[in-house]
């Protein structure tokens, strides 16, 4: 495959097989720039190679802020804009399937979607814009709900993580200038019935993939504060949240537009967080916290001599953290690590 041109994410089911959507130039014939770019995905299989790229967003068109997600069976989806805000969504039932067509989710506002799936294959794709945020679902029959709008200001981007079992967490900011000045979640059943929203004791802005959700439906979010210590926050299964703590203080947060943070959780809810630091290199660290017992200590993950790039996490169902992840602008995968943190 060659290089990803502006943007990429690489998911992974629950026994490693990686699957990656990328924006790619549409080019012609001749290799000139055509103005256009299309989203395109592959597989790997563990141990084995790559398959070729396919495109998945149709005619080449002006797409951008493409987003993944993988299911634990390898169902799939994959959502994108097209133009200005016009959100798309492709959908993949199991690993071994092929690509659905595109389907349009939102013809207008449809900035930075956020996607999840549960075991069951069904979808929920959430935005935010200027009117607050904003979920909806898809059955895995193919079936939409109507949109479940959040009405806020100043609103920065949503965040969106679903479990195994179904539910489901959004999370957003509301912002004064630059500073966040409070947070709110808002928590989906299995049947697609969602909560009051509830403000959460989040002191900072929670990245895009600093969201989980395990399965009893019990959430945790983990963010940097100001001073670049790294906090996490829980939920309990009816949606109250608990007190936020520091799991590492000032980890010399690594600077530039590539995931920082990732939180991964599993069926019975134990805790990895994953975060990168920075001083001549970048490098991975981490902590795990099994569902009945304390957190690990901060363990290095990636070695001192590679600065990680794209990369994927994981918990399994026996508690291994697992890390996958990408060097450089060639998308050349390999399941270089797996760790156990006790």
């Known amino acids: 495959m060659g290089d990803p041109d502006v943007d990429r994410h690489l998911g992974q089911d629950g026994d490693g097989n990686q699957t990656v959507v990328m924006t790619e130039e549409g080019l012609s014939p001749d290799g000139d ?179 989980a959700v395990d399965g009893r439906g019990r959430a945790v979010a983990a963010w940097w504060n100001a001073r670049h210590d790294v906090r996490v926050l829980r939920s309990r299964p009816d949606g109250s949240w608990r007190h936020p703590r520091t799991i590492a203080r000032a980890q010399q947060k690594a600077p530039g537009g590539l995931p920082d943070l990732k939180v991964a959780t599993n069926l019975r809810g134990d805790v990895f967080v994953v975060w990168l630091t920075r001083r001549d290199i970048r490098v991975m660290r981490g902590r795990l916290r099994p569902t009945d017992g304390p957190w690990s200590a901060v363990r290095r993950i990636s070695p001192a001599t590679i600065g990680p790039g794209l990369y994927a996490i994981a918990v399994g169902d026996g508690g291994e953290a697992a890390v996958t992840w990408m060097r450089g602008h060639a998308i050349e995968a390999r399941r270089l690590t797996r760790v156990t943190v006790p």
């Open 33 to 211: 720039f055509t103005g256009t770019y299309e989203i395109m995905t592959a597989t790997r299989p563990v141990g084995g190679d790559w398959s070729p790229a396919a495109v998945v967003s149709g005619e080449p068109r002006f797409v951008s802020r493409a987003n993944l997600v993988v299911g634990r069976d390898g169902a799939a989806a994959a959502v994108w804009v097209r133009g200005v805000e016009s959100m798309f969504l492709a959908y993949r039932a199991a690993g071994t399937s092929e690509w659905g067509e595109p389907e349009r989710v939102i013809a207008r506002g449809g900035y930075a979607g956020e996607v999840g799936i549960d075991d069951a294959g069904n979808v929920v794709v959430a935005y935010a814009d200027n009117q607050g945020a904003h979920a909806r679902r898809r059955s895995a029959d193919g079936t939409w709900s109507a949109w479940r709008d959040f009405a806020a200001r100043n609103v920065g981007y949503a965040k969106l993580a679903v479990g195994p079992g179904g539910e489901a967490v959004l999370v957003w900011e509301r912002y004064r200038g630059y500073d966040v000045v409070s947070s709110w979640a808002a928590r989906m059943s299995p049947t697609g019935a969602w909560q009051t929203r509830v403000r959460i004791p989040a002191g900072g802005a929670i990245p895009r993939e600093g969201l």
